[in-house]
């Protein structure tokens, strides 16, 4: 079946610095692929989303392009702050019958004033 | 904004014990999702559902019973809790057809 895979359980970072958080999908269609952020005590939001190939996502600084070819979809932001410590989480939208999203496991985010 | 709400917020009980959440959801979205959130599995969806009277089996159903009763509410049912069934536990709802899912505040629940 389709399945989200997140490479990094933990990054650890100082203010400023830049992020890469690495996503890659296995499917057999054409998913949507999406990023959402989880703050301490609440339930995850979207970040945002891509459909196509070579479409490019953003929101609050962070991006990802979708890549086909490489199945992957990575985070990145050029600068983090340390309100940007947070879960994040990849996602994949499927649509075999009905929607869901399949989830990967998540990289929790530390980033140290 | 779209709301989701889900009670209790906490949950204490003991192996075997019958168990319900509870959603609900203003959004007048058709689908509504549970998932289970542990570490290193990140969010496991359970069950989910399209419309009132629907019910879909997502990833990880065992042990788990759900009915959307309503458009609006949507109930994850444990009849005979395990320890393995404590986790923290997500409602979601979302219009379908690739569209983003709006999540509850979660309920944690401890299975002692």
């Known amino acids: 079946g389709d399945s989200v895979t997140q490479t990094e359980g933990q990054v650890a970072l100082s203010e400023e610095d830049f992020l890469t958080i690495h996503c890659n999908y296995s499917a057999s269609g054409y998913p949507a692929l999406f990023w959402y952020v989880q703050y301490p005590g609440e339930g995850p939001q979207f970040l945002f989303r891509a459909s196509r190939d070579k479409e490019k996502g953003s929101s609050r600084g962070f991006e990802a392009t979708y890549d086909k070819g490489t199945t992957s979809f990575h985070l990145r932001k050029a600068s983090v702050q340390e309100s940007d410590s947070a879960v994040y989480y990849c996602a994949l939208g499927d649509y075999s019958g009905s929607w869901q999203l399949i989830f990967g496991s998540g990289t929790q985010l530390t980033v140290m004033p | 904004e779209a709301a989701v709400t889900q009670s209790p917020r906490n949950k204490v009980t003991v192996t075997g014990g019958n168990v319900t959440l509870s959603c609900r959801q203003t959004n007048s979205h058709n689908y509504m999702y549970w998932y289970r959130q542990d570490t290193g599995h990140g969010l496991r969806l359970i069950h989910y559902s399209y419309g009132a009277g629907n019910l879909q089996i997502g990833d990880v159903p065992d042990g788990y019973k759900a009915t959307r009763t309503t458009q609006e509410d949507f109930f994850l049912l444990l009849e005979l809790a395990s320890p393995s069934q404590t986790s923290l536990y997500f409602c979601?709802?979302?219009?379908?057809?690739?569209?983003?899912?709006?999540f509850g505040s979660g309920t944690r629940l401890t299975v002692l």
């Open positions: 979601a709802s979302s219009g379908g057809g690739a569209e983003t899912l709006y």
